[in-house]
């Protein structure tokens, strides 16, 4: 909860009717107002599942200002999954689009960050810093080191993106033993540094992502062009002890 805005509430899902409202939540951001599709959405109950919800643990944020809505006043979501989630369900769920080895391989304690969005009418303000708080309390009680998922500009039409994909591996590329990489052959060519608009590739990198870049992220190599989701993703990668000071703090709760 944060002091100056108590409506806001962050808890771990507990139930399925609580997944299912992170799962209504998904589909009014993905489906309805991006455009995606795929075998797990219920147009029918107007839910985007998939078979990695059943063993993950869901971040909920709630307004109770809302709780009577088809929501249940769930605004934002966040599903994590830790190594015992993945290994339940067969793998991460970035593995279908990213190379994990590096980060696999690395001895690392990993926290898969995915399908997370908030409703429309919560973005721009305290809703993503009461979600980060509610994330950094799971990220200190699992002793997390490395945070990753895949993050999305909107549409497929990679030369529309070169400016910031470009912008991005030049200056936030992972060090090598943390880099991914992209199971995608592309054929896009990066643009060389003193080519890149950059006041134009950061006008079009998505607000999550720079949040993410704010914090200290850095990316993968590649893209993954989701043609059913309709993005183009990059694989983001936080290190919890580099994370800078604009965030929450990522570390353990004191005990009581």
Known sequence: MLQNAPQLQVSLAQSKDEIRAAQRLRYEVFVSELGGDGAGVDHGNRLEIDAFDDHADHLLLRDTRQADTETGGVVGVYRLMTASHAAAAGGFYSASEFDLSSLLQGGLT??????????????????????WQGLAHYVGDHDIDILFGTASFHGTDLTKLKHPISHLHAAYLAPDNLRVTSNMQSDMSLLPPDQIDRKAAMRDTPALIKSYLKLGGMIGQGVYVDHAFNTTDVCLILDTTKITSNAPRFAPRPST
């Open 110 to 131: 990993l926290l898969e960050l995915g399908r997370s969005c908030l409703d429309r009418d919560h973005r721009g303000g305290p809703a993503l810093m009461a979600l």
